[in-house]
């Protein structure tokens, strides 16, 4: 099977910070911080993959806003996408629920003090080539 099977993630966006969540889970994956997000269902389209993923992650009601150009590779088949996104009027502030156990909003100058997932880092650098 060649099949690519998208992790869709989100830079969540909220005063001009950047919202990154360390993983409590898997054991090799714990402690390290990523963007938010999950696998897609198949058939399911990554935008709608990111709402339903934040939603059970972080409790929030997110909208998304943009793709950011890119596509990196996980271990075969998952490849991982990423989209702007907001939090709609109204949404909850996000709490580490699901797989998380710590959240911090970044400010630009502070986007390098967390150790990402070394698979985000050039996500996370996509995402701020613009910001
Ligand atoms: N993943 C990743 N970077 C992200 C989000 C997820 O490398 N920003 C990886 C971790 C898992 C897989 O994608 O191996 C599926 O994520 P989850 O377990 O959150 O569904």
Redesign the pocket.
């Known amino acids: 099977m060649t099949e690519r099977i998208v ?3 989100a830079a969540l966006l909220d005063g001009g910070r950047l919202l990154a ?1 360390r ?1 409590s ?2 054991p090799d ?1 714990a402690g390290r911080w ?6 897609a269902e198949p058939g399911e389209r990554p935008e709608d993959a990111l709402v339903r ?1 934040l939603r059970e ?1 972080l409790g929030v009601d997110a909208e998304p806003l943009a793709p950011v150009p890119g596509e ?1 590779p ?2 075969p088949p ?1 490849v ?1 996408r ?1 989209w702007t996104a907001r939090l709609r009027p109204g949404s909850a502030a996000p709490e580490p629920l699901q ?1 998380h156990d710590a959240l911090r909003w970044l400010t630009p100058a502070q986007v390098w003090e967390v150790d990402w ?1 070394d ?2 880092v050039p ?1 996370v650098r996509a995402t701020l080539a613009p910001w």
Do not use: M, N
């Open positions: 992790v869709v993630a969540a993983r889970a898997p994956l990523e963007l938010p997000g999950g696998k993923e992650e990196w996980l271990r998952y991982l990423v797989d997932l698979q985000d996500a």
